[in-house]
């Protein structure tokens, strides 16, 4: 193509370009092409992209895109102009961004802590009411077929169990998803920026059965308590110390 049609190589390379200024969905192929084209300046404009992205604020759209079509991408493995391999250029952009945010985090820290209700905010500590599923004032986890399970020392038994109980929560979970968003915005989102989470995930719910919750009673995944979620965000320490005891209350 470089020989036969050299305007085409120039065309892909600028479309390429452009791609990467907006952010928008490529093919691999095209992409090899435009590096073909001209190395120096398809190298430019790829780092300044990722730069542009992991530089904060971080916006979520940008970041699903570097993901999916540039991240996946060969072309990490090919010579940069500098001599090294493309991999090693996006460390170094890694790892400057990061530092930043760090830093830029330390500052906001570092000035909250002087704020007049930082002791206020300190002084919340963890709250549990129950801790399990199988708990008697939620009722989860109850039935025969798992309980009759407990006594047993067959461990691959209690695992196909435990499997078919974490399915059991994220049915129930999927039932009072809606309730549970719709209550809890109305009473949250007055102080702060609510935003619905989404139900976890089964294979997420089995991660953490086995890592987190491996030395739990049985059923191991009745310690997951989180499989509807929300979140919340705060301006302010005033904001967050209001909606806290609204959440408490």
């Keep these: 193509l470089s020989s ?28 090899l092409i435009a590096w073909k084209a001209d190395r120096d300046k398809c190298q430019r404009f790829i ?6 992205v992991l530089s ?7 970041y699903q895109w570097l993901k999916q ?19 090693e250029e996006l460390m170094d952009i890694v790892r ?7 830093d830029n985090m ?11 209700k930082w002791r206020e905010l300190m002084a919340i500590k963890d709250r549990c009411v129950v801790d399990r599923q199988d ?6 986890l109850q039935d025969v077929g798992i309980r009759s399970v407990a006594l047993k020392k067959e461990e691959q038994v209690r695992a196909l169990v435990d499997d078919a109980a974490i399915s059991a929560l994220t049915v129930t979970a999927v039932k009072l998803d809606s309730e549970f968003q719709t209550y809890m915005q109305k009473v949250m989102s007055r102080y702060g920026d609510f ?6 995930q089964v294979e997420r719910c089995l991660s953490k059965v086995l890592n987190d919750y491996q030395d739990a009673v049985f059923p191991k995944s009745a310690k997951l308590l989180d499989v509807v979620r929300c979140s919340v965000t705060f301006n302010t320490l005033e904001q967050l110390l209001t909606g806290y005891a609204a959440l408490v209350q």
């Design 4 to 31: 036969k049609s050299p305007q085409t190589m120039q065309l892909v390379l600028k479309r390429m370009e452009e791609s990467f200024k907006t952010h928008a969905a490529f093919l691999e192929p095209t992409l």
């Design 47 to 52: 780092l300044d992209a990722v730069k542009k």
């Design 56 to 62: 904060a604020p971080i916006q979520e759209q940008e």
């Design 69 to 87: 079509y540039v991240l996946r991408s060969k072309i990490w493995t090919f010579e940069s102009t500098q001599s090294r391999f493309m991999y």
């Design 96 to 102: 400057t961004e990061s530092e930043d945010i760090v």
């Design 106 to 116: 330390d500052s906001v820290f570092e000035h909250t802590r002087t704020h007049r």
């Design 135 to 140: 708990h008697n004032r939620v009722g989860l």
């Design 195 to 200: 935003k619905t989470g989404p139900v976890k």
